[in-house]
């Protein structure tokens, strides 16, 4: 069993950074794969980026590709998704997932949920 948390999101105006961290406690992040999704109001949840247990294969949505970064350190059983340049449509919750060894950009492959973390991006 794992628990997952994710934290950092908030407020910020378009144009900045934020850095989303994803804590767990339990069974030790490096025997997953992990994700990062996000959903807005009224939207289905969307795969935002997906990094292997080993921490080489990475996969990005198109919308995010070159602006965001996935990463990992294991050592601190901790996630990451570094967000540059950030646009109002990126306003969203985002969730951290953790499954497949080698990532998945389908929610439904993920076994573990945190409770997500609000991002607004101001015009």
């Known amino acids: 069993q794992v628990q997952v948390v994710e934290s950092g999101g908030g407020l910020v105006q378009a144009g900045g950074s934020l850095r989303l961290s994803c804590a767990a406690s339990?069974?030790?992040?490096?025997?997953?794969?992990m994700g990062w999704f996000r959903q807005a109001p009224g939207k289905e949840r969307e795969f935002v980026a997906t990094?292997?247990?080993?921490?080489?294969?990475?996969r990005y949505a198109d919308s995010v590709k070159g602006r965001f970064t996935i990463s990992r350190d294991n050592a601190k059983n901790t996630v990451y998704l570094q967000m540059n340049s950030l646009k109002p449509e990126d306003t969203a919750v985002y969730y951290c997932?953790?499954?497949?060894?080698?990532?998945?950009?389908?929610?439904?492959?993920?076994?573990?949920w945190g409770q997500g973390t609000q991002v607004t991006v101001s015009s």
């Open positions: 990094l292997s247990r080993n921490g080489v294969t990475t």
């Open positions: 997932a953790a499954g497949p060894v080698y990532g998945s950009t389908n929610y439904r492959q993920y076994e573990y």
């Open positions: 339990g069974r030790t992040l490096s025997s997953y794969g």
